[in-house]
């Protein structure tokens, strides 16, 4: 669609590690307000806003004002398992509605949206067990750009760790494995 161009998967990834840096990357419509309403607030740092270009599916089996809520927190549970814990699917941005598709019908599976690192990191320690429990050691990340910081909280992670590819949207993000299919794969080689 744009031509050959350099397809900046680092990007998000060197924003992130900037000091006082707040970096979202929304996964839906209620995520985004709440960013925009982050950035517009916050007073002891920058934020940057990272946005996609493709449509993407809206969580609308959670609430918007938990949603709202728990971007604020930087990360949360927008799917909870149903059953006992056995698989937690994190991701961001437009990879988040693959992971709640990969989910659907796993009872014992966990969705982690996780729109901004730092700002999940400053949240208490007794939240982010909650997020993230110890106990749930079989977890998956997923993100259209490089993989290093996501294994902090992942063992496993799903993401695009070289660039140069170019083609429409959808043709490039399933030759990149950015699919609810291939994460499914992908949970799937996980012990």
């Not at 927190?73 to 598709?101: F, N, P």
Request: glycine fraction near 8%.
């Amino acid at each position: 669609e744009d031509g050959p161009t350099h397809q900046p998967v680092e990007t998000v990834s060197g924003l992130r590690v900037f000091p006082n840096l707040d970096v979202y990357r929304p996964g839906d419509a209620e995520e985004t307000v709440a960013a925009f309403g982050h950035s517009v607030t916050r007073k002891d740092g920058p934020t940057a806003l990272i946005f996609s270009r493709q449509n993407m599916d809206q969580n609308s089996d959670m609430d918007y004002m938990a949603r709202r809520e728990g971007t604020l927190k930087g990360g949360y549970v927008a799917k909870k398992e149903t059953a006992d814990l056995d698989l937690i699917i994190l991701a961001t941005g437009s990879e988040l509605q693959h992971a709640l598709k990969a989910a659907d019908g796993k009872a014992g599976t966990r969705v982690v949206s996780m729109p901004c690192m730092s700002v999940y990191e400053r949240q208490s320690d007794d939240y982010k067990e909650s997020v993230l429990p110890s106990t749930c050691s079989k977890r998956i990340a997923m993100e259209a750009g490089v993989s290093g910081l996501w294994y902090k909280y992942a063992s496993k992670v799903v993401g695009v760790d070289r660039f140069g590819f170019s083609a429409p949207g959808d043709t490039v993000m399933e030759e990149l494995g950015m699919t609810a299919d291939n994460l499914i794969a992908q949970i799937e080689t996980m012990n």
